[in-house]
């Protein structure tokens, strides 16, 4: 079945230093790939997209990920976090009916 | 322009009572989307429509679930005889004719809570 894969449940850094979230999807052929961002009580925005090309894909808020089919990952990226991204992060494929499949989530806390 | 809006923002209901959700999607967008948050499952999906109708009712968690849309535009889920694991937020989402299905903009969501 198709899935995604989010290892880290809750992460902590450092506000200025850099940030890793890892992602994995499963199943089939390179799927449409997303990142989405969920701040306490909002609701989710997307932060980048992949559907082709490029494997290194920039983002809003100073966000990249990277595409590795050989790894299946969609590995989301930042060179220095702000306090202001202390929020949940979501991964998530493209599904059979152009629906969303995401992952449980990784909540990242920021310390001052 | 104005994004995917969704009402009420928060409902309390008591087991057993109907509730109804709404989303106004982006005027234009013809894909839209119901999804489910919830600690327990995370992210789920639950219903896509296409226009007007809806090809497949599968992921709706129960036949206490219906969802309809009318004119293109505005869609309500409904839910019968609410339980206690229907407690969740629900997340309403459309998609441009233009774009991958997949390019969903969402809206705040319905906070429900049955008691």
């Known amino acids: 079945a198709q899935s995604v894969t989010q290892p880290d449940i809750h992460i902590t850094v450092s506000e200025g230093a850099s940030l890793e979230l890892r992602c994995n999807y499963s199943y089939g052929a390179t799927p449409y790939l997303f990142w989405y961002v969920q701040s306490p009580g909002q609701g989710l925005q997307l932060l980048l997209k992949y559907f082709s090309g490029d494997t290194l894909v920039q983002g809003i808020k100073g966000f990249e990920a990277e595409f590795k089919r050989s790894q299946s990952s969609f590995n989301l990226r930042k060179p220095s976090v702000h306090w202001s991204d202390a929020a949940e992060y979501f991964c998530?494929?493209?599904?059979?009916?152009?629906?969303?499949?995401f992952g449980k989530g990784t909540k990242l806390s920021v310390k001052p | 322009g104005a994004g995917v809006s969704q009402s009420p923002s928060n409902k309390v209901t008591e087991k057993g009572k109907d509730v109804e959700l709404r989303c106004d999607p982006i005027?234009?967008?013809?894909?839209l989307y119901w999804y489910r948050q919830s600690l327990g499952q995370g992210l789920e999906f639950l219903i896509y429509f296409q226009g007007n109708s809806a090809p497949d009712k599968s992921g709706l968690p129960s036949d206490r679930f219906s969802a309809e849309r009318t004119g293109g535009s505005v869609s309500t889920l409904t839910i019968q005889r609410t339980q206690q694991e229907d407690s969740a937020v629900y997340l309403c989402a459309s998609s441009p004719p233009q774009a991958p299905r997949e390019t969903q903009y969402f809206g705040p969501g319905t906070r429900l809570l049955v008691l």
């Open positions: 005027s234009g967008h013809t894909a």
């Open positions: 998530a494929r493209g599904g059979s009916q152009g629906n969303l499949i």
